[in-house]
């Protein structure tokens, strides 16, 4: 869901007009830029189904519109969109969904997790955000179930 609505903001910011891109260039605000910074990688760059390398922290011509002189994505499902592709942001987005789904207790984690995704670029690294541990293995746990039980119903 989150991935979504970030694509949604980052669309917005790009057409440079309207009612909803004032609401957008405010949450910017409130975000340090976030959706800025990534809109300007999109805006360049593009996203692609399987992703490719961005030269983040490079230097760039100042672009008064964007106002950056340097690449930047501070944020994980921009970070997904762009730099591992629309292909790994679905999935991970859908390895989330589904593990929420099969365990309601997940729920605060699911949120907590895309809060801070929207906030920095380390989610994806298991050893600094556990969540993916825990969904991880949940998946696991879910899938051998499964198979345990078809496994079994056909014997």
Known sequence: GIAVIN??????????GGLL????????????ARIRQVAYIMEHYGATVFGHEVPMG??????????LSSIVCDGL???L???????????LSFVIW????????????????????????????????YPILLFGAECLTQMHNTLNAKLQGDA
Do not use: P, Q
């Open 58 to 67: 490079e230097k760039v011509v100042y672009d008064s519109y964007y106002r």
């Open 7 to 16: 694509a949604f903001w980052l669309v917005i910011y790009m057409k440079r």
């Open 77 to 79: 499902f921009s970070y």
């Open 98 to 129: 589904y593990c929420v789904r099969k365990k309601k207790e997940y729920s605060i984690i699911a949120i907590i997790y895309a809060i801070y995704g929207i906030l920095e670029t380390h989610g994806i690294n298991a050893f600094m955000v």
């Open 21 to 32: 891109y004032e609401l957008v260039r405010g949450l910017d605000v409130i975000l340090t």
């Open 81 to 91: 969109l762009v730099c591992l592709g629309v292909i790994f942001t679905v999935l």
